[in-house]
């Protein structure tokens, strides 16, 4: 399937609810490894009620994103991946948009993590004759409030759109 998004750089910048301790009560958080992974200050979220399923589950290709973040040799940035192997569960939803998972990240590391993602979408974008569509959403937890960072459209514009909108420092 082709996705027909004729977005080029559509960023929404939202107030947002979310934390990491509520992630850390969610059923699908694996309770086993809980120690190890609330030290990351990057999760990669499934989306959860994603049309008729039942579990949560990822867009295609995040454990190939997952593996990208875990090979950063930095010590600032640890990320992680807030479900168990065994509930792992993964689907394809466009060919020419990449749906990277929901991202709750600490404030202090964002840079790091936009960075981050920026190279792993010009790997991406190399060797393709098409335009590549990227969509991210990002939750920014500063101490006691948090931003949700959409952005919907061309790949190559990813960085200079979420770094043109500079309202996440605020």
Known sequence: ??????????????????NFEK??????????YEEDLKRANLLLLP????????????????????????????DKLVGEISISDEDYAE????ADLINLAD????????????????NYLDRKIQGRKTKLKVKVKLTVVDRDKSKSISYEGDADKFEETIKAANQFNN
Do not use: C, W
């Not at 994603?50 to 040799?73: A, C, G, L, W």
């Open 1 to 18: 399937m082709i996705h027909d998004s004729e977005k080029v750089n559509e960023l929404v910048i939202t107030e947002s609810d979310l």
């Open 23 to 32: 992630i850390y009560n969610k059923p699908y958080f694996p309770k086993k």
């Open 47 to 74: 989306y959860e009620g994603f049309r008729n399923f039942d579990s949560p589950v990822f867009p295609e290709q995040t454990m190939e994103f997952y593996k990208f973040i875990k090979d950063y040799e930095g």
């Open 91 to 94: 689907l394809e939803l466009h």
């Open 103 to 118: 991202m709750i990240v600490n404030d202090a590391v964002l840079p790091i993590a936009i960075g981050l993602i920026t």
